[in-house]
C-alpha cells in the first residue's frame, strides 16, 4: 500500500500570492497598472463578497467627491454608495492583511514608500456611475497606488457597468475592464485617469489606497 503524499497547502497559497505579487509588480514598473484576472484568492473574495451582501443598506453613504473639507456629493460626476472597511469583521481583517503583505511587496520590490491604506465597499444600483477622474493629483495628494476589486459572480459584457482605465488624458478609448468575481486592477493613483461605467445590474467592489507619508511637524498623515 503506497502512502499518500500530505500535501502542504499554505505552500501553495504563498506560492500563488507570490507569482501573483510579483505580477503586479511586473506590470506596474513597465506600464503603471496591472490587471489581473479573477485573481483575489478565493477564500478572501468569497467572505468579503458574503459580508457585503449582508450589510444593511443603512450602513452605506452616498459617495463624495474630494476629501476632508472639501469632500462634497456631486451627483453628476458621482452617484454610488459606500462603506469603509475596518478590522471589525473577519472579512474586513482577512482584506486588510492581504492587502498589508501587498503593500509590504510592493515596497519592497519597487521602492514605492507605500506608508497606508484606505478602502471601502462600493455598491453601484442599476444605472449609477462615477465620471472620468484621478485618484489623485501630481503634487497635491498622498494616494500613491489604487487597487480595484469586484464581487461580481457570472458578470455578463451586457450588463455593463466597466472599469475604464485611460493611459492618459488624451486618451479616449481606454481599457475596459469587466467587474467579474475576484479580478484585481492595480495602477498607480496619479497617472490614470478612469471612470465605472453605468451597469444594468447591481455591482459590488471594494476600492482602496495605498498612501505615502507626507506627515509634517505640524500635520499628521494621515489624520485621525
Not at 2 to 7: C, G, N, P
Not at 53 to 76: F, I, K, M, W
Not at 182 to 188: A, E, Y
Request: net charge negative; with cysteine.
Amino acid at each position: 500500500m503506497v502512502a499518500l503524499k500530505q500535501i502542504d497547502l499554505s505552500a501553495n497559497e504563498n506560492f500563488d500570492q507570490d507569482s501573483l505579487f510579483t505580477r503586479i509588480a511586473n506590470d506596474l514598473q513597465v506600464q503603471g497598472f496591472s490587471i489581473q484576472e479573477c485573481a483575489l484568492p478565493s477564500r478572501i473574495a468569497e467572505a468579503l463578497s458574503a459580508y457585503q451582501l449582508s450589510l444593511n443598506s443603512h450602513t452605506y453613504q452616498p459617495a463624495g467627491v474630494g476629501r476632508g473639507s472639501d469632500l462634497n456629493q456631486n451627483e453628476v460626476v458621482r452617484n454610488n454608495a459606500i462603506r469603509w472597511i475596518t478590522a471589525d469583521s473577519p472579512a474586513g481583517q482577512l482584506w486588510l492583511d492581504w492587502a498589508a503583505q501587498l503593500q509590504s511587496f510592493l515596497n519592497h520590490r519597487l521602492f514605492l514608500g507605500l506608508f497606508s491604506f484606505e478602502s471601502h465597499f462600493a455598491h453601484y444600483a442599476p444605472g449609477q456611475f462615477y465620471k472620468r477622474h484621478y485618484d489623485a493629483f501630481k503634487g497635491q495628494a498622498n494616494r500613491r497606488l489604487s487597487i480595484v476589486t469586484y464581487f461580481n459572480p457570472q458578470w455578463q459584457n451586457e450588463y455593463g457597468g466597466e472599469l475604464v482605465l485611460y493611459k492618459h488624458d488624451d486618451d479616449h478609448v481606454g481599457i475596459k475592464v469587466l467587474p467579474q468575481f475576484g479580478t484585481l486592477v492595480v495602477f498607480l493613483s496619479d497617472e490614470f485617469p478612469h471612470e465605472v461605467l453605468p451597469a444594468s445590474r447591481d455591482r459590488y467592489s471594494i476600492a482602496g489606497w495605498y498612501r505615502v507619508n507626507t506627515s509634517t511637524h505640524c500635520t499628521i498623515d494621515p489624520p485621525d
